[in-house]
């Protein structure tokens, strides 16, 4: 099969690569789409030490099942692999399971391929109508889905009550944005900082995108939600100002792990942070149920591009020259 290999610092090669063998239990994918998450870009800049190359990104995947069961069928992967028999898996916490494996990582490659193995129990069917560039939106949305989920069970303010800002406009951030809107919340901004993303996110729901280094945005105290989709000091410094007395930060980005939180004001405003890490198997399949009955807008908002310019891409997305909220790859 063709893959892109990511093979060493801001190093992606097209390759061909040994068909994967899957192996009890396991399916063979045909992939139809994959998405550039941000966690590809760490590993691309050498800042993963979870994902040493030469390895094959990529999590947020489409296609079609070849081989074994159903096969014929089109499918979105969960790409989170879990043991289902611990104690946060039995808890329905699949997200937090301590031996979760994720493709993307050793043992597993990702999707930047031809064909992917994965669990069986991992996939979720796709109506014969529904593309795959839309159904592999499923893994970004759905950290927002769980992240709003969290928020919205913790605070004491309604979402039709609440003013909502999210912090980062790429797929997760919009994901969080969506989620929100669909849950009838009052009000929602999305900062993002690339202006040129600024149209596709105003086209995508009803939302007021600003850009958050011009000094424009809500007043600081201000909002009951806020959702870092970012997660770097500077957006949690943010968060920490924007919060209102008694609100919720929720926390999905992981670009660094230090500073900008203020805890003091954190304490004594009664400001309840939240750490969150991708979404249970429950929100997964709700998160495509929602997407496939038109709940959360018309998903038209990924830049689709050939795999064979992969590397491409990954350039274009760390020079700030891709517009799209989403980069979408297909073999």
């Keep these: 099969m063709k893959a892109l290999v990511y093979t060493g610092q801001k190093t992606l090669e097209f390759q061909d690569m040994p068909d994967p063998v899957p192996e009890d239990g396991e399916v063979l994918v045909q992939v139809d789409a994959s998405g550039i998450c941000g966690s590809d870009m760490h590993a691309y800049l050498g800042h993963d030490e979870r994902r040493p190359a030469p ?3 990529g999590h947020e995947v489409a296609g079609s099942i070849v081989d074994g069961p159903g096969a014929g069928t089109r499918v979105v992967v969960n790409p989170l692999v879990t043991c289902g028999v611990c ?18 990582m050793p043992p597993r490659e990702g999707g ?6 994965i669990p069986e129990r991992n996939l979720h069917a ?56 669909s849950r009838g919340a009052k009000e929602i901004f999305i900062a993002e900082t690339n ?4 149209a596709a996110l105003k086209n995508a729901g009803p939302f007021t995108v600003y850009n958050p280094s011009t000094g424009d945005g809500p007043e600081p105290g201000s909002a009951e939600i806020v959702v870092d989709g970012f997660g770097g000091a500077a957006t949690r ?20 792990g230090e500073g900008g ?55 274009d997305i760390l020079d700030g020259q891709a517009a799209a909220p989403k980069v979408m790859l297909r073999p």
């Design 87 to 104: 104690e946060m898996c039995l808890q329905g916490r699949t997200n937090i399971c301590p031996y979760r494996e994720i493709i993307s």
């Design 112 to 117: 930047f391929a031809g064909l992917l193995r």
């Design 55 to 57: 390895l094959i990104l």
């Design 261 to 315: 939180l203020d805890v003091r004001r954190m304490t004594l405003q009664e400001i309840t942070f939240i750490g969150t890490y991708t979404y249970t198997a429950a929100d997964f399949g709700d998160t495509l149920a929602a997407m496939v009955a038109g709940q959360l807008g018309a998903l038209d908002w990924a830049d689709v591009r050939p795999l064979e310019e992969g590397a491409q891409a990954f350039s």
């Design 237 to 256: 410094k943010a968060a920490s100002a924007l919060a209102a007395p008694g609100g919720v930060i929720v926390h999905i980005g992981l670009s660094d």
């Design 126 to 181: 796709i109506p014969a109508d529904f593309p795959a560039e839309h159904a592999a939106l499923t893994e970004p949305i759905a950290c927002g889905w769980h992240a709003v989920r969290l928020a919205r069970d913790v605070s004491r303010t309604p979402l039709s009550s609440c003013r909502s800002v999210v912090l980062g406009g790429g797929a997760i951030g919009l994901g969080a944005a969506l989620v929100l809107a």
């Design 195 to 198: 202006p040129g993303r600024h």
